[in-house]
């Protein structure tokens, strides 16, 4: 059973509007989460993360939510531009005691952003 | 600084084949990890290796083997690839093993097992 679930597996916005790209997890040991961006033939880049001890968290058009009683989280891009039409990875950790958070990524939803 | 590579880029095997694919970075990092991509499911992680020498099971381990005898490479291997095996890869490294530690990843490889 999935932990991290984007229910979306496409999503496509016109240029300039909002995108909003959700992840939901159902481990409520889940403390740290992250967003990861990939194009295509490339590996995945980090984009933004936030603790639950937010819940909100910006860094320029890109902000990340994170409403944990509902156990969601999400990504809003504004505006929206063509380069950032990619493949958009959640993903979840814990942190722990032991020397290694294991990070649990979501299926990935592609975003495609339309001139 | 060429970050995080993978050798191949492309593989087609034959059930039953072995391959061994690997990973190299050049930032120092001490922890490394394999992981595969397959559709709908993300990225499941397969083993890593918190330093140099050391390696540790992760989600799907079964089937794969891995080696760090050298704190910049990590390697992953198949000893009898089954066409379950078909994916992609990714490396990735980080400087250490803590969620706020950023992974870098690889540009992935694609194996096709018949």
């Known amino acids: 059973d999935q932990q991290v679930k984007q229910n979306s597996p496409s999503l496509s916005v016109q240029e300039g509007r909002i995108s909003i790209l959700n992840c939901d997890y159902t481990n409520s040991m889940f403390d740290y989460f992250l967003w990861y961006k990939k194009y295509p033939a490339e590996g995945p880049t980090f984009l933004i993360s936030i603790s639950s001890i937010k819940d909100k968290n910006e860094d320029g058009r890109f902000?990340?939510?994170l409403n944990k009683s509902a156990k969601h989280l999400s990504l809003h891009i504004v505006p929206s531009q063509p380069?950032?039409?990619a493949v958009y990875f959640c993903a979840?950790?814990?942190l722990g005691k032991t020397s290694y958070d294991k990070v649990i990524f979501g299926p990935?939803?592609?975003l495609s952003v339309i001139p | 600084n060429a970050g995080v590579t993978q050798t191949p880029k492309f593989r087609v095997l034959k059930t039953g084949q072995s391959m061994t694919l690997l990973c190299a970075q050049d930032m120092?990092?001490?922890?490394?990890?394999?992981y595969r991509q397959d559709p709908g499911m993300g990225l499941?992680?397969?083993h890593y290796s918190v330093g140099e020498g050391t390696t540790a099971k992760g989600e799907v381990p079964d089937g794969y083997n891995v080696s760090r005898l050298k704190k910049q490479n990590f390697l992953l291997g198949l000893e009898s690839a089954a066409p379950s095996q078909t994916s992609v890869y990714f490396c990735a490294s980080s400087r250490a093993g803590g969620s706020y530690n950023e992974q870098f990843f690889g540009p992935g490889t694609r194996l096709t097992v018949l």
Request: proline residues 0%; aromatic residues 18%; negative net charge.
């Open chain 1, 83 to 85: 380069g950032d039409s």
């Open chain 1, 92 to 94: 979840a950790s814990a």
């Open chain 2, 44 to 46: 499941r992680l397969i």
């Open chain 1, 108 to 110: 990935g939803t592609s």
């Open chain 1, 63 to 65: 902000t990340v939510f």
């Open chain 2, 28 to 34: 120092n990092h001490e922890y490394m990890y394999w």
